[in-house]
Nanobody, 119 residues
């Protein structure tokens, strides 16, 4: 099995920055699309950003221009740089790995890390 572990969450004031990191227990980054999702209080889970093995990125409309996703395949890590934080960014942020192979879907999730934006 693949285990994903997030880190870097915490309490920050509006306008501040955080950098979230996700580490995988196995060497999967050569095959998997990696992503960050979040779920705020009373809200559904939404895509924050993802990045393919080829380096193509996709961002949710609510975070585009403020968040940056990156990956390091050699270290099996994916990071999310978060700038200009807003209270509405408060959520549990989850690391995700997805791979489709021979008609099967492989989907792994981390436990999540809490990001709280408050003055």
């Amino acid at each position: 099995q693949v285990r994903l572990v997030e880190s870097g969450g915490g309490l920050v004031q509006p306008g501040g920055s955080l950098r979230l990191s996700c580490a995988a227990s196995k060497n999967i980054f050569s095959r998997y699309t990696m992503g960050w999702y979040r779920q705020g209080p009373g809200k559904q889970r939404e895509l924050v950003a993802d990045i393919t093995t080829g380096g193509n990125t996709n961002y949710g409309d609510s975070v585009k221009g403020r968040f940056t996703i990156s990956r390091d395949n050699a270290q099996n890590t994916v990071s999310l740089q978060i700038n200009s934080l807003k209270p509405e960014d408060t959520a549990v942020y989850y690391c995700n790995a997805q791979w489709k192979f021979l008609g099967h879907n492989y989907d792994y999730w981390g436990q999540g890390t809490q990001v709280t934006v408050s003055s």
